[in-house]
């Protein structure tokens, strides 16, 4: 009943939350904003640990939560894909890391989820909603090119197909990018 409440609630802010977005909004071009984040081992991932390769980041609002599971499970799925782009996933939420590992584990994620407890991280890619009350990842992701920038940014994703057009538009950038 908890997680469809939160489903329920996100859903709610997310059909009303205005669509535009400050201008100090990231764009495109924009070198994407470093991270540490503990993963759901506790083993401090970076963004520099993944210089040279191409990275697609994904913020999520809750582990276990329907559209979640659905979005992660369609990378899980579609992983032998990425890797055979030569991409790297990354999952981020503000679920700690025994929540992150538990998901991991009931899904065989073959992917780091990283626990961004404060939601900082989360902040500087401008996907934090903060309510006050409550606080949990917008529905975005973002790929980083091997020199670190910002080549395709999501700031509206539907679960039940993104991973499908995070597989088109990498090839396309990949391909203008060599």
Known sequence: MKHLWF???????????????????????DLAPVFNLPNQNGTTISLSDFKGQWVVLYFYPKNDTPGCTTEACSFRDNINRLIAQKAKVIGVSLDDQASHQAFKR??????????DTQGSVTGSYNALMDLKFIKFAKRQSF??????????????VDPSHHVRDVIEDLKALQASHS
């Open 7 to 29: 489903t329920f609630i996100a859903g709610l802010l997310t059909f009303l939350s205005p669509m535009s977005y400050a201008q100090d909004d990231l764009q495109e071009g």
């Open 143 to 156: 790929i980083i090119n091997p020199e670190g920038r910002l080549a395709k940014i999501y700031r509206s």
């Open 106 to 115: 009931k899904y065989e994620l073959p992917f780091d989820l990283l626990a």
